[in-house]
């Protein structure tokens, strides 16, 4: 699997290229303010996106759909509970006294059915709590069970989500992460919208935040 990962300031939000290495189709993940480095690596790696795949819709994760979009003409895929947040960008701008343009429209809503890309498989796996309409996107090679996990701002290498922002629920965020992330298997490695990669496993043995919600629930 093709993997690459950018990130810029202000934000150092995650954005991922994964591409199949034997058809060269691939997706790209939550293009951001580094749209430009994620265009580079398509460009490097002569890879022909499929769709443009979102994990939520904050301004972080989408301030590069535009121009992603304008360079590679595929659809755009989101949760429709993250709707709200989507067609406010501009808003959600204002609030970290940026500016930013509203994002084209969402051309597919995610109905949980898997999307393929050359050999492999993405499943899309509902994970509100950061906001209503987070998901994880699991991805491997087609009918395998997938060992990658881009979870968005859900699960963070000893972290978890905020869940102070519109939307935002910290119980629902907890069922998320130890319900539906924790069943996808301990060698499952996780790639956060923000920070360094790590794994269902380490997560469940070390996040503080999870340690604690466990030993109280
Ligand atoms: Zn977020
Ligand atoms: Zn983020």
């Given at each position: 699997m093709?993997?690459?990962?950018?990130a810029?300031?202000?934000?150092?939000?995650?954005?991922?290229?994964?591409?199949?290495?034997?058809?060269?189709?691939?997706?790209?993940?939550?293009?951001?303010?580094?749209v430009?480095?994620l265009?580079g690596?398509?460009?490097?790696?002569?890879v022909?996106?499929?769709?443009?795949?979102l994990?939520?819709?904050?301004?972080?994760?989408?301030?590069?759909?535009?121009?992603?979009?304008?360079?590679?003409?595929?659809?755009?895929?989101?949760?429709?509970?993250?709707?709200?947040l989507?067609?406010?960008?501009?808003?959600?701008?204002?609030m970290?006294?940026m500016?930013?343009?509203q994002?084209?429209?969402?051309?597919?809503f995610?109905?949980?059915?898997?999307?393929?890309?050359?050999?492999?498989?993405?499943?899309?796996?509902?994970?509100?709590?950061?906001?209503p309409?987070?998901?994880?996107?699991?991805?491997?090679?087609?009918?395998?069970?997938?060992?990658?996990?881009?979870?968005?701002?859900?699960?963070?290498?000893?972290s978890?989500?905020?869940t102070?922002l519109?939307g935002?629920?910290?119980a629902?965020?907890m069922?998320?992460?130890?319900?539906?992330?924790?069943a996808?298997?301990?060698?499952?490695?996780v790639?956060p919208g923000?920070?360094?990669?790590?794994?269902?496993?380490?997560?469940?043995?070390?996040?503080?935040?999870?340690?604690?919600?466990?030993?109280?629930?």
């Amino acid at each position: 699997m093709i993997l690459e990962t950018r990130a810029v300031a202000p934000f150092y939000k995650n954005g991922f290229v994964v591409g199949c290495e034997r058809t060269h189709e691939a997706i790209l993940i939550d293009p951001g303010d580094e749209v430009d480095e994620l265009l580079g690596a398509i460009r490097d790696y002569e890879v022909n996106v499929r769709y443009i795949l979102l994990t939520h819709a904050h301004l972080d994760h989408v301030t590069g759909v535009g121009a992603a979009k304008s360079a590679l003409d595929v659809p755009v895929y989101l949760h429709h509970d993250d709707l709200f947040l989507y067609d406010r960008v501009v808003e959600q701008a204002t609030m970290f006294g940026m500016k930013a343009v509203q994002p084209p429209p969402v051309d597919v809503f995610y109905d949980l059915t898997p999307l393929y890309f050359g050999d492999y498989e993405i499943n899309v796996h509902h994970t509100p709590g950061h906001c209503p309409g987070g998901v994880c996107l699991q991805i491997g090679a087609t009918g395998k069970t997938g060992q990658d996990l881009f979870v968005g701002d859900t699960l963070f290498a000893g972290s978890i989500g905020r869940t102070d922002l519109p939307g935002g629920d910290y119980a629902t965020l907890m069922r998320s992460i130890t319900q539906v992330l924790f069943a996808l298997g301990d060698a499952a490695v996780v790639h956060p919208g923000h920070g360094p990669d790590t794994t269902i496993g380490r997560e469940r043995a070390t996040n503080p935040f999870v340690l604690e919600y466990l030993a109280k629930s």
